[in-house]
């Protein structure tokens, strides 16, 4: 049986570069983006466009976690092991990533207003923290987006202005 050893901290953060600069690739295959659209470069842009880069790449990220995952199960099959059913891959988003999520569908928000939502219990709360930055499951956020009321809602009911002007 091969040894192996735990990576130390340089090459994990080399790992963490190389797996977000694949997912930059592929994200700009699957969104059309620019050659030079990147990490940088789409931030030069407008606020939809950073959106959409951001979606894109976590689109892909998730993505890659599928395929590690299918990669790890065909690794145990050739090795002689029983498989493994993988565990169902949880992707989680940034703010960013659910701010985009959330603009792709038609009713975009600003940071704020998703800070105060989460903060209020309108909106769901963080699955963990990655280092100090919070993250979201992003089942939680897509059925929190799909059971989300529109903008305006409340002016559909019959009587509201009366009653909160009093006329």
Known sequence: MMDRREPTDGERQELHDDV?????????RLAD?????????????????????TAARGHALEL??????AAAV????????????????VAMWTRDQVLAHIA???????????SSYVSRGQA????????????????????????RRGRGWRA??????DQETGS
Not at 20 to 28: E, F
Not at 82 to 87: D, F, H, I, K
Not at 156 to 161: E, K, N, Q, S, V
Request: proline share 13%.
């Open 20 to 28: 977000l600069g694949l997912a930059w690739t592929w994200a700009r």
């Open 104 to 114: 792709a569908a038609g009713e975009p928000i600003s940071a704020d207003t998703w």
């Open 156 to 161: 559909g009911i019959p009587g509201l202005h």
């Open 64 to 69: 890659l976690a599928e395929a590690a995952t």
């Open 74 to 89: 065909d690794d145990l099959r050739h090795a002689g092991e029983p498989p493994v059913p993988p565990a169902p891959a």
């Open 33 to 53: 983006l620019q050659p030079a659209d990147g990490p940088r470069s789409v931030y030069d842009g407008g606020e939809t466009e950073q959106r959409a880069a």
């Open 124 to 147: 769901p709360t963080p699955t963990r923290h990655i280092g100090r930055a919070p993250v979201w499951d992003s089942a939680q956020v897509r059925a929190w987006q799909a059971a």
